[in-house]
C-alpha cells in the first residue's frame, strides 16, 4: 500500500481549463490523480483553471462527466478567476525582490528568437531583460501594453517525479503576467497548488517540462514544490493528441453508442492494465488494485 499521509494537510487535484468537453484521455488523467490522492489518505480537490479559453457551459459538463464515472472531490471546486487578489500579491512580492521585467516583445519576435541556433527549446531568449530606461520608455510609449516576465536566476531545475524520477528541465524568464493583465498560468498553478496544500500534482505528460519551471518558482515564493507524477496521455492512432475528430472521445459520444458510465470506466482501467477484458469494475476495486508502478509508461492509443 502506498505511504499514507495526514489528509488534513496534503491534498492532489484535478485542474482542467473549461475550454471543451474532457475526452477519455482528461478522465484517465482525472482517474489516475484520484488514485493517486486517495490511495495515500489524500484529499481530492478540483480546481477550475478559467483564467482564459472558457466555452460556456464546458466547465458543467466537465463537473458532471468526473461525477458520472464515479470519481469525488473534497471542499467546493475552486475557481481561478475568483482569485485573482492572490496572484496579484505573489507577483507583488517578486517584484519587490527586483525579480521581474516588463517584456514587449510580440509573439512573433520571440518565435524568431527562440529559434536562433543554441537557444533552449522553448524558451524565452531574455529580449527584453536589460533595457535600458529609454529604450524602455520608447516601447512604452508605444502603447502596447507589457507582459511581466520573472528575472530567473537560472536556467535549470530538477523535479522529482513518481513516473519519470529526476527530470531536470528548462527554467527561463517565465510570464508572470500577461500583456492584458491576467495572471500566467505557471504562476497561477503554483500559487494555487501551494495555497490549497495541494503537495501531489498528478496531470498530463505534456506538461512535464512545465514543472521544473513552476517548482523553482515555488521557492522563490517561499513555497514548497509539490511532488509530480505526469502520466501519460491518449493519442489518436496517428500519435497525435486525442481531439474531437478522433471519434467517440467524450463520455457523452460513449453513451451515444450505447456505453454505460460504468463501460467506459472498464474500458479506462483496461488501458491502465488493471481490469479484464469485458471486465466491469467499482472504483473501490481499483483502489485495492492500485499500484502506481504499474502505471504503463507509454501514452494510452485510442482506437476510435
Ligand atoms: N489546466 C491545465 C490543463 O487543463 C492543467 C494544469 C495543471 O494540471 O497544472 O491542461
Known amino acids: 500500500m502506498p505511504k499514507q499521509v495526514d489528509g488534513t494537510t496534503h491534498a492532489g487535484r484535478f485542474a482542467p481549463s473549461p475550454s471543451g468537453d474532457l ?10 490523480a484520484w488514485l493517486f490522492a486517495r490511495s495515500t489518505g489524500r484529499r481530492f ?21 468526473l461525477a458520472t464515472i464515479g470519481l469525488d472531490w473534497d471542499g467546493d471546486v475552486v475557481h481561478q478567476s475568483a482569485r485573482l487578489p492572490l496572484y496579484d500579491a505573489a507577483i507583488a512580492r517578486l517584484q519587490r525582490a ?16 527562440a529559434s536562433a541556433p543554441h537557444a533552449p527549446a522553448g524558451a524565452y ?36 517525479d513518481e513516473l519519470h524520477g529526476r527530470y531536470t ?7 508572470l503576467r500577461r500583456g492584458d493583465g491576467t495572471p500566467a498560468y505557471n504562476l497561477a498553478v503554483v500559487v494555487d497548488d501551494a495555497a490549497q496544500g495541494i503537495d501531489q500534482v498528478v496531470r498530463g505528460d505534456d506538461l512535464l517540462s512545465s514543472a521544473p519551471r513552476q517548482a523553482y518558482l515555488a521557492g522563490l515564493l517561499g513555497l514548497p514544490a509539490p511532488t509530480y507524477a505526469h502520466v501519460p496521455l491518449a493519442l ?34 483496461r488501458s491502465l492494465g488493471m481490469a479484464a477484458d469485458g471486465e466491469i469494475v467499482t472504483l473501490t476495486q481499483l483502489l485495492d488494485r492500485w499500484d502506481p508502478e504499474s502505471v504503463p509508461a507509454d501514452p494510452w492509443i485510442f482506437h476510435g
Not at 23 to 32: E, F, S, Y
Not at 45 to 65: I, K, N
Open 23 to 32: 475526452h477519455l484521455g482528461n478522465l484517465r488523467t482525472a482517474l489516475l
Open 236 to 269: 489518436n492512432a496517428e500519435g497525435k493528441r486525442l481531439a474531437k475528430r478522433d471519434g467517440a472521445v467524450t463520455l457523452a459520444d460513449q453513451a451515444e453508442l450505447g456505453q454505460t458510465p460504468a463501460d467506459v470506466l472498464a474500458a479506462l482501467a
Open 45 to 65: 480537490l478540483v480546481r477550475v483553471e478559467d483564467l482564459d479559453r472558457v466555452r460556456p457551459g464546458a466547465e458543467e459538463r466537465q463537473l458532471a462527466d
Open 98 to 113: 527586483g525579480l521581474t521585467y516588463e517584456c514587449f516583445c510580440t509573439r512573433k519576435e520571440i518565435l524568431q528568437a
Open 125 to 160: 531568449p531574455g529580449t527584453c531583460r536589460n533595457l535600458t530606461d529609454a529604450e524602455r520608455d520608447e516601447r512604452r510609449a508605444s502603447g502596447r501594453p507589457p507582459a511581466l516576465r520573472l528575472r530567473a536566476g537560472t536556467d535549470k531545475f530538477t523535479v522529482e
Open 169 to 175: 528541465g528548462t527554467v527561463d524568464d517565465l510570464v
